[in-house]
């Protein structure tokens, strides 16, 4: 007989339904040795063996395959008329 590993927690926001390929993804890695919880983004997308738009949180691992290849997809960078100092400052 063989046991399942249990799944982790998982929190979604999500603006539609996931589709077959992501969920299998998501199952795979709540599945994970290690794997402790993981966080759903809205614009979650498969990349490869990853899904895009996800945070997997764990004891003691890094996987760096858990970065898709469209990092950063959907990111703007606006230039402000103000020192960083301004930003920064509490």
């Known amino acids: 007989m063989t046991l399942e590993a249990p ?3 998982m929190a979604t926001w999500l603006a539609r339904p996931l589709s077959a390929d992501v969920r299998g993804s998501l199952e ?3 599945r994970t ?3 402790v919880r993981l966080a ?3 614009d ?3 990349a490869g063996e ?3 738009g996800t945070v997997v949180a ?3 691992r890094v996987f760096p395959r858990a970065v898709g290849g469209d990092i950063g997809c959907g990111i703007a960078t606006i230039r402000f008329a103000v020192e960083a100092d301004a930003v920064l400052a509490s």
Do not use: N, Y
């Open 33 to 35: 040795e290690g794997v």
């Open 28 to 30: 795979r890695w709540r």
């Open 40 to 42: 759903v983004m809205p």
């Open 7 to 9: 799944l982790a927690p």
């Open 58 to 60: 764990t004891e003691d």
């Open 50 to 52: 990853s899904c895009i």
């Open 44 to 46: 979650v997308h498969l």
